[in-house]
């Protein structure tokens, strides 16, 4: 089983397998985005989508970022915390989960 490449759709779902020769020719062809493992072997084939874009998304999709970089007055580049709330907001909550945890 080792000489079988499993084959993706561009959405995820297994197509089956092919041979390794057959994956270097759809490779080579450009019919198929490859992805390899850290040791450069070749791990499986993605199709691509119906627009001809790559299946294998390079980014993982942005969210919400609750740390960032700032600058100190001194100079040094140092990574913050976003605040949550505006002054003691969430002060409440907090002592109530709190307590709820410490209770029997």
Same mark, same amino acid.
């Given at each position: 089983m080792t000489d079988q490449i499993p084959l993706? +759709? +561009?959405d995820g779902t297994p197509w089956g397998f092919r041979t390794q020769e057959a994956a270097r020719r759809l490779i080579a062809n450009g019919l198929v985005n490859p992805s390899y493992g850290r040791k450069g072997h070749l791990k499986a084939i993605f199709s691509k989508q119906a627009d001809g874009a790559s299946a294998v998304e390079r980014?993982?999709?942005?969210?919400?970022?609750?740390?960032?970089?700032t600058r100190l007055e001194s100079g040094p580049l140092v990574w913050k915390l976003k605040r949550l709330g505006k002054g003691d907001e969430f002060r409440p909550m907090f002592g109530q989960v709190v307590a709820d945890c410490l209770s029997p």
């Open positions: 993706y +759709a +561009a980014k993982m999709p942005g969210g919400t970022h609750y740390s960032f970089q």
